[in-house]
């Protein structure tokens, strides 16, 4: 019962500009994901752990 589902999951034809448009938008989405949350969040994290160490030496 598995075999014809995978047979028919593997038979579609898929051009090969199709999958290059979706790894470059995949590619795309990483990178936005970590330019628009990643670098944020590090970037606070760091500068609230400098402050509260420059706190703490008082």
């Given at each position: ?15 090969s ?17 970590a330019?628009?949350?990643v ?18 030496k008082?």
């Amino acid at each position: 019962m598995a075999f014809p589902v995978l047979n028919l999951l593997l038979d579609v034809a898929v051009s090969s500009e199709a999958a290059t448009n979706s790894a470059i938008g995949m590619i795309g989405s990483f990178l936005a994901a970590a330019a628009f949350i990643v670098v944020p969040a590090a970037s606070f994290l760091i500068w609230v752990s400098q402050k509260d160490a420059l706190e703490r030496k008082r």
